[in-house]
T-cell receptor
Framework: AQTVTQSQPEMSVQEAETVTLSCTYDTSESNYYLFWYKQPPSRQMILVIRQEAYKQQNATENRFSVNFQKAAKSFSLKISDSQLGDTAMYFCAFMMYSGGGADGLTFGKGTHLIIQP | ETGVTQTPRHLVMGMTNKKSLKCEQHLGHNAMYWYKQSAKKPLELMFVYNFKEQTENNSVPSRFSPECPNSSHLFLHLHTLQPEDSALYLC?????????????FGPGTRLTVL
């Protein structure tokens, strides 16, 4: 079974600062995906960024980037130039890819990120 | 309607009631999922359906009964629930059928069991 660990229950930074959220995972699988999802207060879970395990290059999406260290089983999220709208719960998630295209996600407990004005 | 919708958004029920949660996706996907989000535990996968067939049941108690009549609709039938079943129930969908896409989530149903 896979496990995902987010060791930072809450983080708070000033607007425009850079913040890094940590995530580690444990798996014996070789073919998998990793994700960061964002859940704003009372709003829907949305995908921030994803990383395919077979890709060595770290994924980036505008202000969001990841540091994927496969050997260390680490998958951190960096948010640059943080904005007030980035305030949310952030979940790291793991998905084993079986080829059927319908595999469930294993989530960490989440990090509550607060961006202060 | 766009994306993934869930009804009702809030539900309060007694332990002896029977109720159902509904999820509908308007994305043309073939895989649908139920997740449970409770206050003190990580999001937990409950069920997976791929082309209307249940492909995963994550050891969920039988008081939760899923139903997937077609690729666009997913239900979660609830009966004789316990107070510890109070949680946010999230539905998600993805392409399925061997093609990977991200999972798109609905807004959830906030369930309170009295």
């Amino acid at each position: 079974a896979q496990t995902v660990t987010q060791s930072q229950p809450e983080m708070s930074v000033q607007e425009a600062e850079t913040v890094t959220l940590s995530c580690t995972y444990d798996t014996s699988e070789s073919n998998y995906y990793l994700f960061w999802y964002k859940q704003p207060p009372s709003r829907q879970m949305i995908l921030v960024i994803r990383q395919e395990a077979y890709k060595q290059q770290n994924a980036t999406e505008n202000r969001f980037s990841v540091n994927f260290q496969k050997a260390a089983k680490s998958f951190s999220l960096k948010i640059s130039d943080s904005q007030l709208g980035d305030t949310a719960m952030y979940f790291c998630a793991f998905m084993m890819y079986s080829g059927g295209g319908a595999d469930g996600l294993t989530f960490g407990k989440g990090t509550h990120l607060i961006i202060q004005p | 309607e766009t994306g993934v919708t869930q009804t009702p958004r809030h539900l309060v029920m007694g332990m002896t009631n029977k109720k159902s949660l509904k999820c509908e996706q308007h994305l043309g996907h073939n895989a649908m999922y139920w997740y449970k989000q409770s206050a003190k535990k990580p999001l937990e996968l409950m069920f997976v359906y791929n082309f209307k067939e249940q492909t995963e049941n994550n050891s969920v108690p039988s008081r939760f009964s899923p139903e997937c009549p077609n690729s666009s609709h997913l239900f979660l039938h609830l009966h004789t629930l316990q107070p510890e079943d109070s949680a946010l129930y999230l539905c998600a969908s993805s392409q399925g059928g061997g093609r990977f896409t991200e999972q798109f989530f609905g807004p959830g149903t906030r369930l309170t069991v009295l």
